[in-house]
């Protein structure tokens, strides 16, 4: 079988991703992916899930036995037309005509269709969606700050061994500026504590919070297929303990943001969980507390 | 299909080790785990695998299109009366009839021909051996330092609020004595810094190595289906770094033990990884260093 043009273009992705993470031919990629992706969905039936979420209601892609997994309602707006008006604003430089929300849902609708797709499209494949989804986000990010990532650090090493250890990416903006810490996941699950044990790395190697740690994730969702049902996998007790005993994050960014986690700015510590949109905007104004 | 005997076996596991973690009755159901898995392994062919391990012969057992996870030749000795031997050395109260590495090949080859079993029962079921091999090793565990685990632990809260957290396994001997932290996991892989990561949260909640870091892991093999290959996913450099800036740990107990790992006692920051057998005999010294 031929590999479908939605997975071409993930490859001409990559390919491009390792010259840079943000470029023109980037984001034509990225338009080709999503238009392909919308092609294929909009062939296919919707099954609406039971949203056991208060307040969201999601929906699912199905195609034969295989069903997407959950799709926010509210945030799922698939005109193509909304992000050729974003790619122009970010070529010209100026998002400021769009709200953080709007900016939100452009991103969600771009990324849950890609997921989507891939969830029809191959079994059981959660690999994909995940580097897809980290070229995507560092696109953007990258555009933003106006640097390139480096995804390894130098280890200082008094005993003139080399160490250079793999990390999430890291955007350095020069002495005496901004620095950031930006681990990209599809969702943390049971594995979160890795963000607050990698900005711990950090902070030991390079002084705390010299790196301001701040994760963008997609969604936490979780759908049942025979139940046809969504949760969220939230842990908001665990992440405050984290947040105290381990390393301080400085946002953690989702597209799809679970509603528990933003109550986690009012406790001691605080835990500041807000939509990616919102870093357009609050970037510059980021600082090491 | 009526659940395998196998499977009611460690359904009634778990029944138990909710009770107690060392018990008579889990030495009966282990027992019985063993004698079932061994009865379904002998019926299987075996299929050499290719080593991509310096000095470790590995092979796995296939039923139809379904093949095993690898299994050490050197440490695989399915006699079930090594462990009839050890079963009552334990019930007495006295292993010093054995060695170190005799444990460790018999507790191996327990571990193993369970996992292997799911593997053929099963189809990509990771959960089952998971949770076997949890039970598994806190049977032995337990018996060892002679209290039963926690696996929550109250964090200080100034302001009223109960919170109560998840961890792995805990041991406290009492006042003045011992206390152990101990994940039990069949392998790390890219996850491995969760080890250091819940290690620190233990240092941050109750101070530094009041809880003695003592992981305890099955092995960190992976076979290739295809090419039927095996190797080992091994991070030495990073975990020097993770002992470094995160946390100590006091040992890192396997029972197929990666060579590469043994070398990290040699360099700053010691980190000691011995096969599991050892713990038997040198637990009682251990020390926060």
């Not at 986690?261 to 510590?269: A, I, R, T």
Request: net charge neutral.
């Amino acid at each position: 079988m031929p590999r479908h043009a939605i997975l071409k273009n993930y490859d001409s992705l990559k390919k491009e991703g390792k010259k840079s993470r943000y470029s023109e031919n980037i984001a034509g990629i990225l338009h080709s992916i999503y238009y392909e992706c919308l092609d294929l969905l909009v062939t296919k039936p919707q099954e609406d899930l039971k949203s056991l979420v208060a307040g969201k209601n999601y929906f699912a892609f199905s195609n034969g036995n295989k069903l997407s997994r959950a799709i926010n309602k509210d945030l799922f707006d698939p005109d193509i037309a909304r992000w050729e008006a974003l790619h122009r604003a970010i070529h010209s430089n100026d998002v400021n005509d769009f709200e953080a929300d709007e900016i939100t849902k452009i991103l969600y609708s771009m990324a849950i269709s890609f997921c989507a797709s891939i969830d029809l499209l191959k079994d059981g494949d959660q690999k994909t969606p995940g580097t897809f989804f980290e070229y995507f986000i560092a696109f953007f990010f990258t555009w933003r700050v106006g640097v390139e990532p480096k995804s390894s650090i130098q280890i200082l090493n008094i005993d003139g061994e080399n160490t250079e250890l793999k990390t999430d990416f890291v955007y350095n903006l020069g002495p005496n500026s901004r620095k950031f810490h930006m681990p990209i996941k599809t969702s943390t699950r049971e594995r979160s504590i890795m963000l607050w044990a990698h900005q711990k790395l950090l902070d030991g190697v390079y002084g705390t919070e010299r790196f301001m740690g701040t994760p963008v994730l997609l969604a936490e969702t979780k759908r049942d297929k025979k139940k046809k049902e969504v949760v969220e996998i939230c842990l908001p007790e665990q992440w405050r303990v984290y947040q105290l005993y381990i390393a301080k994050l400085k946002r953690i960014y989702y597209l799809d943001t679970p509603e528990v986690y933003k109550g986690l700015s009012n406790v001691f510590p605080p835990l500041i969980v807000r939509p990616f949109g919102e870093f357009f905007f609050e970037w510059s104004e980021l600082t090491p507390s």
